[in-house]
C-alpha cells in the first residue's frame, strides 16, 4: 500500500499499481502524472463519490477497484477509458449504471452489495465479459442483451428480486459457475431444517481462526457444555465454527447457505455438519475439525487468469491422481445433485486433500437450492455445473506429468464432452462415473 504523501512528493513515479486508503474525499489529481505507467489503481475503502471527467486519461489503466465508497452511480467516464477491462464498485451506495459507463473490453465487473435495480442494455456489448458479480443488489430482471456474453464464465445473481431466471442464461456457451440463492423464486427467509440439532453459540470456546472467506469466519473451537441426546458430539470435543457475517455476504443471505448445506446431506467426502446455530443475532455452523494432514488443492484464480483456478508453481498430476480426485468429486456431485443442491463454486481451491488425495468438499456460499425447478431446469443445472467440473479436470490436466499416456489422452475427451457448448449433449455426472472408472 502506497500512501498520499507519496504520489504528492513524486515517491511514486513509474509506479504500475497504486493502492491507497487514507479516507479520500476526493480523487488525487496527482496520480494524473503516472498515466504513462499506471495499471492497476486501488482507492478501495476511502470516502469517494466521483471520479474526475477526464479520468480516461489514465490511458494504460486495466484494473480499478473502488469498493467501499460513497458512490451512488457508476461514473460514465468509465466507459472511455480504453484500456480497462476489471472493475470493482463493490460495497458503494450504487442506484444507477448508465449505458455508457461499462467499458466493451470488460472482462470482470464486480458490483457486489449496491443498490441497483436495473443493468442497461449496453451490457451486452461486452464480448469479453468473463466474470460477473451481482449479488446483494435489487435487480427484478437481466436484459436480455447479455445472451449475446459469450465469454461469460461466472455470474453471481443472489440476494436480488428476480423472479427468474432468463432462459438464454442457459444458453451461454462458457457459463459454468451461477449463484442465486436468495431471490423471490428461491429465497429461504429462516432455515428450518432439523437434519442436525440446533445449539447456542454460548456452548462453545472459540480459538483461533482458521480461514474466512465471503460469507464467514471459521473458528476452531471446543464444546465446553455436558454431552446431549442431541448432539453427536461430546464436552471437550474439538469442531470447527463456521459464523456467517452480517445480513448479505458477496455470495448472498446466509439464511440459503446454511439450508443448502443442510439439504445437501451426508456424503463421505462432504465436510460434516454436525449442529447448527440458528439465532436471531448469528447464524453459524458446526463442522467436523480438518485433520491438519489437509490442504488445500488448488488457489483462487488471480487477476489474470480471471474465472480460472491457479495452483502453487510446483504442483504436477499424474493421470492417477486426477482420475482418482475426479471420481470422488463426480460422485459427490452427483449427490448433491439428487439432493437438489447445486454447488456453484466447483473449484480446486474449495477441495480439500490430504496426501493420499483423499478428498473433502464444503463451501456452500454460492450454493442454490434446486427442489423448486422442474426436471428440464434441473437438468441444466446440472449440466452447467457438468462444464465447471470439466474445468477442473482440465485445469489438473494443464500440470500433468506425462501427457502422452492412453489414460491422459481418455481424460481430455472426458473434459471435450463435459465443455460441450450444447447443454443438451453434455453427459450428466452420473454418467462421468463408469468413465472414471474405466479410466482407473
Known sequence: MQTLQQLNNGSLKGYQRVTIAEQLTEFPVKLFELADTLEVLDLSNNQLSSLPDNFADLHQLKILFVSNN???????????????????????????VSEASIPKQTRWLILTDNHIEQLPDSLGQCYRLEKLALAGNRLTALPNSMANCNQLALIRLSANQLTELPDWLFSLPNLAWLAFAGNTFSHVEHCDNTRVPTVPLTQFNLGKLLGQGASGLIYQATHHAKH??????????????????????????????????LTAGEHPN???????????????LVMQLIPPSYGNLGLPPSLQTCSRDTFDPET??????????????ADILVHLHQNGISHGDIYAHNIMINMQDDVLFGDFGAASNLNQFVPPHLQLMQAIEV????YLVDDMLNLIDNPNTPQAAMLRELVQDCLHHSLSTKPSFKALLPRLASIA
Open 387 to 390: 462444464r465447471a467440473f470439466g
Open 316 to 329: 504436477v498430476f499424474t493421470w492417477e491422481r486426477i482420475t482418482h480426485i475426479a471420481s470422488q468429486m
Open 270 to 284: 462432504l465436510i460434516n455438519v454436525v449442529a447448527q446455530i440458528n439465532q436471531p443475532e448469528q447464524l453459524g
Open 228 to 261: 446431549s441426546d442431541k448432539t453427536s458430539f461430546s464436552r471437550d470435543t474439538d469442531v470447527a465454527i463456521k459464523l456467517f457475517k452480517g445480513m448479505v455476504t458477496s455470495d448472498g443471505y446466509p439464511a440459503d447457505e446454511l439450508d443448502c448445506c
Open 70 to 96: 460513497l458512490f451512488e452511480h457508476l461514473p460514465a467516464v468509465l466507459g472511455l477509458c480504453p484500456k480497462l477491462e476489471m472493475i470493482g464498485f463493490k460495497a458503494n451506495q450504487i442506484r444507477t
